[in-house]
């Protein structure tokens, strides 16, 4: 597969993950409803005939992957890249099917391997701050390059990323939580 395209579709499409402006958007919104109009303005517009985030968030992955496939990206790679438990990241039997899928992918193996290296480790909160490092390291690649799986690999861990923080921002909003509250629980879970 050419990825010169690929990865330029990538950038257009990355522009409406939500990010910190949305979130706080959301975040000052009066209402739930409120918060749900905020997702107009990101690559889950589509969805929101569901009033429930994370049916809205299953329905985005589903179409990105479909749209992946479309593209040409082969049906294993996907799966590989995008397993359908979003746990999986931290499963060593998954990192290590990526690191065989990935191992003509100099710099995409690389970063598996470091990712498999840090998930044995012991100590649980060094383990989160390296994987948050790796993962940085990653995004900025990714921006530059223009071939290989490292611009894909950067785009998912930055959807990750917002689909973890609209699921903070919904949750606290389902039990009330006023702005002030949510903006702390949203620093402690940057922190992790």
Do not use: H
């Amino acid at each position: 597969m050419k990825y010169c395209f690929f990865v330029a579709w990538l950038r257009a499409r990355e522009k409406r993950i939500a990010d910190q402006i949305d979130f706080d958007r959301m975040i000052n919104s009066s209402t739930i409803e409120e918060s749900f109009k905020v997702l107009n303005d990101t690559d889950y517009a589509l969805f929101l005939n569901e009033n429930n985030i994370e049916e809205i968030l299953e329905k985005g992955w589903l179409d990105f992957k479909k749209t992946l496939e479309l593209m040409g990206l082969d049906k294993e790679i996907i799966g590989v890249l995008i397993p359908e438990d979003s746990f999986s990241f931290m499963k060593k039997e998954f990192l290590e099917k990526v690191c065989f899928i990935c191992r003509k992918e100099k710099s995409a193996l690389e970063f598996f391997k470091k990712y498999l290296e840090i998930i044995n480790q012991e100590d649980s909160f060094k383990k989160d701050q390296e994987i948050i490092e790796l993962e940085n390291e990653i995004i900025e690649k990714g921006e530059y390059l223009t071939n290989g799986f490292l611009p894909l690999i950067a785009f998912i861990i930055k959807k990750k990323r917002a689909d973890y923080f609209l699921r903070t921002v919904f949750n606290a909003k389902k039990i009330n939580m006023d702005s002030l509250q949510i903006r702390e629980l949203m620093e402690i879970k940057r922190a992790l």
